[in-house]
């Protein structure tokens, strides 16, 4: 069974910055398309970024594009996000989470092809 764990959310000012990780276990070698997704309580749980297995593409809301950067490192089976000029309004828990694919599907951001999450990292950004 594949376990994800969250490390990197803290406290920070608008326009500050945090990378946050994933660190799968569970897992000989992980190919699988990998997301990280955010709610804040009272919201809808809202995709923000993904990257496919082998090599492919990532995608990002627009909420975060050009802010935001995933990345993920096979080898260590460690997922990122560097989140760059935060707002407040990305105040919210951040979860990572693993797909049953290997290529992140059109669909990917509504979270029904991730089968594994974590417990998530808070992160909290003040004005």
């Known amino acids: 069974q594949v376990q994800l764990v969250e490390y990197g959310g803290g406290s920070v000012q608008s326009g500050g910055s945090l990378t946050l990780s994933c660190v799968a276990s569970?897992?000989?070698?992980?190919?699988?398309?990998m997301g990280w997704f955010r709610q804040d309580p009272g919201k809808e749980r809202e995709g923000i970024a993904a990257?496919?297995?082998?090599?492919?593409?990532?995608d990002y809301a627009a909420s975060v594009k050009g802010r935001f950067t995933v990345s993920r490192d096979d080898a260590q089976q460690t997922l990122f996000l560097q989140l760059n000029n935060l707002k407040p309004e990305d105040t919210a828990m951040y979860y990572c989470?693993?797909?049953?694919?290997?290529?992140?599907?059109?669909?990917?951001?509504?979270?029904?092809?991730?089968?594994?999450w974590g417990q998530g990292t808070q992160v909290t950004v003040s004005s």
């Open positions: 990257v496919s297995g082998l090599g492919g593409g990532t």
């Open positions: 569970g897992v000989v070698y992980n190919v699988n398309c």
């Open positions: 989470a693993r797909s049953r694919r290997v290529t992140c599907s059109d669909s990917w951001s509504s979270g029904v092809d991730f089968d594994s």
